[in-house]
DNA sequence: CAGTGGTCTAGACCACCTC
DNA sequence: AGGTGGTCTAGACCACTGG
């Protein structure tokens, strides 16, 4: 009869208290968070409890657990983290080091696609730039990325020309925006002319098309991206459980 | 100064213990496993322990729970599995109905790659076979996938035309070959005149190439496939964590 | 050495399913 | 009512880190 009381166990609680303060961004990347000990008490709960909690927020790479040292952040200025959202490799299975190169970048108002998809108001500000990806000094990925205008203001190309690291540590460190998670959908398509000059290879070539909406907490989009991949020497890498 | 001891936590140990008994078909798929006072009873440990290997097979899609019934051995033929292994979604994002039109079937011996992929011995029997996956009546898919001969001795096209269910449930409950996970490499390529026909595009038209290794329990790849997927109003579909 | 996460136990109780 | 998995606790001990 009456609809399900929506039970929440007592460590789903507690994992809703840690998002928030992730969030509220009481411990910032690559920081400690307090020992399960310590939560526990802070929260009137046992350490299991909190340590269920964790396990969660590890599982959804929010956490990581060091042996010994406590619970870190995860941060994408952690090397183990730089190609965490990268899926290109070599055709022989090594990964290849990449390097960013931005283009240009300009300032215009949400559309309707980039209002649905940034789940942001018709005509608010967004900041669109595009960059090139480099393996082994050569072009392989155009990338056209769409930011929120009023998370990203004081964006600037400058800036991201200077900064050594990751794109998303850039966003991290400069615009405290923690990119979570992500959903991509894969086409086939022919390249452009002036894509196709852009990665060096021929007009109506067969190109990865790869369009990225990408998450912080909460299920946020704060990131619309649209790459173009050439696979001729290098492949997408996927594992599916 | 010695290696390190290679210490191993009593519930991995419970874990490949379980791991051995799917592996060697104790349970079927499908079925319940004992419940876990009595696994803890039958390996002498506590219910929390088998509870934390358990956890673990569930993480990695091998067992389900089902609250208040029991826990049970994953299988193809539950149809929240069926598209498991399959990303091709529609622009809109609904997941479409895919039905499998076997084409042709013919044995071969293992060459260099196959071989290689396969980890069987060069020259060994194999068994390949082409299908196409037909989205709402249109040809989407061309599939070419080698099976190791030992494995799949019996394979036959006219007992796969006959089936009705997911390839995976067939191979499941055939010849009681469960596929665990795999690995998939997509590039893009222009459409050959064979393929284009099949898949009624246009010659060198661009297509999703997916190369796909299969695993059963252990690592041991089990199927090869090749695909070409017209990605022209679908996508495929990923998410990253 | 003290502090952290990691393992293991035993027992109590809750939520869900089936008969 | 009796079985299953799911939660929560308290306490003991182990493995790893760093001062």
Redesign the pocket.
């Given at each position: 009869m009456a609809p399900?009381p929506a039970?929440s166990?007592?460590?789903r609680q507690i994992k809703a208290l840690l998002l928030k303060s992730l969030e509220a961004r009481e411990w910032r990347p690559g920081e400690a968070i307090p020992?399960?000990?310590?939560l526990a008490a802070r929260f009137g709960?046992?350490?299991?409890?909190v340590?269920?909690a964790i396990d969660e927020l590890v599982a959804e790479n929010l956490l990581v657990?060091?042996?010994?040292?406590?619970?870190f952040v995860v941060s994408h200025s952690d090397p183990r983290q730089f190609y965490r959202f990268l899926r290109l490799r070599r055709d022989d299975g090594e990964w290849v080091q990449a390097t960013s190169v931005p283009i240009d970048c300009w300032r215009a108002k949400a559309g309707q696609e980039a209002s649905r998809i940034l789940q942001i108001p018709l005509g608010s500000p967004i900041v669109i730039f595009r960059r090139v990806l480099r393996f082994a000094q050569k072009p392989l990925v155009l990338d056209e990325i769409y930011l929120p205008g009023d998370l990203f203001a004081a964006f600037s190309l400058d800036a991201l020309k200077e900064w050594r690291g990751s794109l998303y540590s850039f966003f991290e460190n400069r615009f405290g925006v923690r990119m979570v998670r992500a959903e991509e959908r894969l086409k086939a398509v022919a390249a452009d002319r002036v894509t196709a000059e852009m990665l060096g290879v021929a007009e109506r070539s067969p190109l990865l098309f790869v369009e990225r909406v990408t998450y912080t907490y909460n299920d946020r989009p704060v990131e619309w991206r649209k790459g173009f991949y050439a696979t001729e020497s290098y492949h997408y890498y996927n594992e599916l459980t």
């Open positions: 399900s039970f166990p007592l460590y020992s399960e000990q310590e709960v046992s350490q299991g409890t340590r269920k657990r060091k042996q010994g040292k406590g619970t």
